[in-house]
Every structure is written in C-alpha cells, then in structure tokens.
C-alpha cells in the first residue's frame, strides 16, 4: 500500500525564486503535517492540516511560506522568495486521526537547496 | 509542552541489545510514547507506542514505569542496519490542538 508520496525528491534553485513542493498524503488519512529538517534545528513541525483545514501554524516561519491543501489527496508547500536559509529537508507526513495513538506516516522528503 | 530527553549519541556492536532511555518529566496525562526509527535520506519510521506498562512488537520493546517520567526503547540482537537515530516523542494536545515535538534524538551507530 503507497506510503507518503513527495516531490520532487530534490530541488536546487536560485535566490529569490519560487518553491513549491508537493505532497500526497495517504489515502484514509484526516491529518497531514509539514516538517522542516535541518541540523541546527533538527526536525521542525512547520504546519498540519484536519480534513483540508490548516490548524496550526504557528512553526511557519515567516510570510514567505505558504501551505496549502486544496483536497483530501493533494498538499503544497511554498516559499516565494526563497533564500538560502531555507535550505533544509522538508518532509510531509499523514496520520489516521490526531489522536495521540495515532503514529504519523512519513514521506523520504524533498531536499531543498536554495543557492 | 512536554519536552523529551534522550542521550545525544550511542555505540554498540551486532547482536547486542540496546536500550535508549527518554526521561519526560512532564507528560500529560492523554499523552502517548511513540518511537521513530530515521535513516539517512529518509523520513522517519515509527517503531513502538505505549501508554503505560511494557509494549513488545516484532522490532521492539518499550517499557514505561508507573509515574510515565521516562521510557525505555529495548532493540534486541542489532544489526548494523539498526544504525540510524532514534525519536522518542510525546503527543502533546494543548488546548484544542495537536503537537508531537521531535527533539535531537538518539544517534546509535551499530559496529561490527
């Protein structure tokens, strides 16, 4: 059965342009998440969605980032401009329920390098 | 919030076991314990979940003591392929919300 799908797996681009990454959840799953990694930081919960509906977010870190949800199967997040200090690796992940019994599923991530 | 401590990092050889133990001095009472397993270019894979008490399934064990300030993920007979890093994490609900906070988790390095 698919997992978490993401893409692209990797993304290199220049300052100032737009990202947008892509994330499908999986199939039956009400709750979706965005994740941002990097080694200073460590693994970062940016926003996550109920049924299509973002809840929290508060660990976006500022306007340049945007998450969207437009249905049950299909999310993006982008950032416009980019910078370098978004470089990261952004992971998406899905789980059943929001209850805390409830393990979330993740995706392999996108690698972001914004150069 | 409930914040989680686990050693930065561990050492062991093939067919030993290996315990990580994650103190959480302030779990809430609806809180789970949930263990995710990360490998390099690859997002992290959950393991075990418990409340309370002791939890066992094909890939481990998780014991949790009565006050719940602190549990133990048990990796039987590891392999080197059991080299990645390990999160231990507490669901944490807040008002009306849902929050799971990954801390810096446990790096073992599996040695032949």
């Known amino acids: 059965d698919a997992g978490v799908i993401q893409s692209p797996r990797h993304e290199v681009t220049e300052m100032g342009q737009e990202v947008t990454l892509r994330c499908k959840p999986i199939?039956?799953?009400?709750?979706l998440f965005w994740y941002r990694q990097t080694m200073m930081r460590g693994l970062e919960l940016l926003i996550y969605f109920n049924n299509n509906v973002p809840i929290d977010d508060s660990g976006m870190p500022e306007d340049r980032f945007s998450a969207k949800m437009p249905n049950a199967s299909f999310s993006t997040l982008k950032i416009q401009p980019s910078e370098p200090r978004d470089s990261a690796v952004y992971f998406c992940?899905?789980?059943?329920?929001?209850?805390?019994?409830?393990?979330?599923?993740f995706g392999d991530g996108t690698r972001l390098s914004i150069l | 919030l409930a914040k989680t401590t686990q050693p930065i990092s561990m050492d062991s050889y093939e067919g030993q076991e290996v315990n990580i133990t994650c103190s959480h001095n302030n779990i809430a009472t609806n809180d789970y314990i949930t263990w995710y397993q990360q490998f390099p270019s690859q997002g992290p894979r959950f393991i075990i979940q418990?409340?309370?008490?002791?939890v066992t399934n094909e890939v481990a064990s998780l014991f949790i003591p009565a006050d719940r300030k602190s549990s133990t993920l048990s990796l039987p007979r590891v392999s080197l392929s059991d080299t990645a890093v390990y999160y231990c994490?507490?669901?944490?609900w807040g008002t009306g919300g849902f929050k799971t906070i990954f801390g810096a988790g446990t790096r073992l390095f599996v040695k032949a």
């Open positions: 994490l507490v669901g944490d």
């Open positions: 199939s039956g799953h009400d709750y």
């Open positions: 992940a899905s789980s059943l329920t929001g209850l805390g019994n409830q393990p979330q599923h």
């Open positions: 418990g409340y309370k008490t002791k």
